[in-house]
């Protein structure tokens, strides 16, 4: 098993002194990527939902990996009732299979105007095995 943690160029740059991506390599060839949770900046669960899921693609992408590849998924929301928005925009980028998923409700968030945050784990098959 080798990890490598890693901060790629084609995403937003993290808020604070923390790697974005943690790359478990395992012995098969196999891989698992961590994602750190993401906020994004917009007016409502809307605008912040697709400026998550745009980020969570980027930094997949730049580890060889899709939004298809993900099989964990943890969401906070600030306000449950928000949670309408955000699923008609996740049902938009997670159209396969859906992963396994928590969602929680928080009082806050890391930045005051974030109303929710997402961390994902995506798991890619040896190179082998990928179609």
Known sequence: ???????????????????QVARVQLADGSALL????????GADIT???????????ALLE?????????INIRTFLT???DLPG???????YLTGTPPTSTTVAVPRL???EALIEVDVVAA???IEDRS
């Open 86 to 92: 955000y699923a008609a925009v996740r049902r938009t």
């Open 110 to 112: 890391f930045r005051p």
């Open 34 to 41: 961590y994602l750190s949770g993401q906020i994004a900046d």
């Open 47 to 57: 605008a912040q939902s697709h400026g998550i899921f745009a980020t969570l693609t």
């Open 79 to 81: 306000d449950m009732d």
């Open 1 to 19: 098993m080798h990890i490598t943690l890693d901060n790629p160029a084609t995403a937003p740059r993290p808020l604070g002194p923390y790697s």
């Open 124 to 126: 890619l098959p040896a």
């Open 62 to 70: 730049a580890h060889g990996a899709a939004l298809a590849d993900i």
